[in-house]
C-alpha cells in the first residue's frame, strides 16, 4: 500500500541552531508533496507545495529562505527549519499524493521542540 | 478566505453512545468544494477517514458518516455507537480542488471514549 515515512519523529534544538526533516513516499510515485506544521493550539497550516514540473510554492507567512525543501524526486523530500526559534515549534507533516485526483497519504510527522 | 470551524473538544462519550461532532465551512475560492475528516490516533500520522466530493452525498467509513450539505455549508461527522478505540482526534478539512490539492483544516476535536 501507500505509505509516507517521515524521520525524525522527534527532535529538539537549540534557539538559533537549524534543523532538518525528510520525508519518503513508499508504495507509489508522488506527483505532489505537501508540508504542513501544527503549531501548539493550532491546526494544521500549509507551508509549501511541490508539484512536478512546477516550481514550489509557498504559502503566506512561510517563505524558501526559512524552510528551504529539496527534493531529487518527488518520493524523497527534505525540508530544514533554519535559524529555529520557540515560535517554530510543532508538528511538522508531510503528506503526498500519486496522482491530481488521488489523495494525500501523510506520514506520522516530525515534532520539534525548540529550547 | 477559506475557512472550517468545527466542535471544540474535548469530547468525552461513553462506549456505545452516538457521536456528533460538528463541522461548518466557508468556501470562498472554490464553489464546490471537496470535504473530508481525517484522524490522527495516539502516535500516528492523519488518516483519512472519508471524504465527500459532491454536495448532498454522504459518506461513510467504519461507522462514521457525514453528509455534505452545501445549503448549510456543514459536514458533521456522526456515530450511531462509538468503541473505545474511536478515541483519536478528528479534524474536518476543505480540499482546494486542482492541482493544488490543499487543505484547509479545522482545529481538530479530541474524542475521549469512555469504556
Same mark, same amino acid.
Given at each position: 500500500?501507500?505509505?509516507?515515512?517521515?524521520?525524525?519523529?522527534?527532535?529538539?534544538?537549540?534557539?538559533?541552531?537549524?534543523?532538518?526533516?525528510?520525508?519518503?513516499?513508499?508504495?507509489?510515485?508522488?506527483?505532489?508533496?505537501?508540508?504542513?506544521?501544527?503549531?501548539?493550539?493550532?491546526?494544521?497550516?500549509?507551508?509549501?507545495?511541490?508539484?512536478?514540473?512546477?516550481?514550489?510554492?509557498?504559502?503566506?507567512?512561510?517563505?524558501?529562505?526559512?524552510?528551504?525543501?529539496?527534493?531529487?524526486?518527488?518520493?524523497?523530500?527534505?525540508?530544514?527549519?533554519?535559524?529555529?526559534?520557540?515560535?517554530?515549534?510543532?508538528?511538522?507533516?508531510?503528506?503526498?499524493?500519486?496522482?491530481?485526483?488521488?489523495?494525500?497519504?501523510?506520514?506520522?510527522?516530525?515534532?520539534?521542540?525548540?529550547? | 478566505?477559506?475557512?472550517?470551524?468545527?466542535?471544540?473538544?474535548?469530547?468525552?462519550?461513553?462506549?456505545?453512545?452516538?457521536?456528533?461532532?460538528?463541522?461548518?465551512?466557508?468556501?470562498?475560492?472554490?464553489?464546490?468544494?471537496?470535504?473530508?475528516?481525517? @484522524?490522527? /490516533?495516539?502516535?500516528? %500520522? &492523519?488518516?483519512?477517514?472519508?471524504?465527500?466530493?459532491?454536495? *448532498?452525498?454522504?459518506?461513510?467509513?467504519?461507522?462514521?458518516?457525514?453528509?455534505?450539505?452545501?445549503?448549510?455549508?456543514?459536514?458533521?461527522?456522526?456515530?450511531?455507537?462509538?468503541?473505545?478505540?474511536?478515541?483519536? @482526534?478528528? /479534524?474536518?478539512?476543505? %480540499? &482546494?480542488?486542482?492541482?493544488?490539492?490543499?487543505?484547509?483544516? *479545522?482545529?481538530?476535536?479530541?474524542?475521549?471514549?469512555?469504556?
Amino acid at each position: 500500500g501507500a505509505l509516507v515515512y517521515q524521520y525524525p519523529r522527534r527532535t529538539i534544538c537549540k534557539s538559533g541552531t537549524s534543523m532538518r526533516m525528510e520525508c519518503q513516499a513508499v508504495g507509489f510515485q508522488a506527483t505532489s508533496v505537501a508540508w504542513y506544521r501544527q503549531s501548539p493550539q493550532k491546526t494544521f497550516e500549509l507551508i509549501a507545495l511541490s508539484t512536478v514540473n512546477s516550481a514550489i510554492k509557498y504559502e503566506q507567512n512561510f517563505t524558501q529562505e526559512k524552510f528551504p525543501i529539496s527534493h531529487p524526486n518527488l518520493s524523497f523530500s527534505s525540508m530544514t527549519v533554519l535559524n529555529a526559534y520557540l515560535e517554530d515549534r510543532g508538528l511538522y507533516l508531510c503528506g503526498a499524493r500519486g496522482t491530481t485526483n488521488s489523495d494525500y497519504t501523510f506520514g506520522s510527522g516530525t515534532r520539534l521542540l525548540v529550547i | 478566505g477559506d475557512s472550517v470551524t468545527q466542535t471544540e473538544g474535548p469530547v468525552t462519550v461513553s462506549e456505545s453512545e452516538s457521536l456528533i461532532i460538528n463541522c461548518t465551512y466557508s468556501a470562498t475560492s472554490i464553489a464546490y468544494p471537496n470535504l473530508f475528516w481525517y @484522524v490522527r /490516533y495516539p502516535g500516528e %500520522g &492523519l488518516q483519512l477517514l472519508l471524504k465527500v466530493i459532491t454536495a *448532498g452525498q454522504k459518506g461513510s467509513s467504519r461507522g462514521f458518516e457525514a453528509t455534505y450539505n452545501k445549503e448549510t455549508t456543514s459536514f458533521h461527522l456522526q456515530k450511531a455507537s462509538v468503541q473505545e478505540s474511536d478515541s483519536a @482526534v478528528y /479534524y474536518c478539512a476543505l %480540499g &482546494l480542488t486542482g492541482n493544488t490539492g490543499k487543505l484547509i483544516f *479545522g482545529l481538530g476535536t479530541t474524542l475521549q471514549v469512555q469504556p
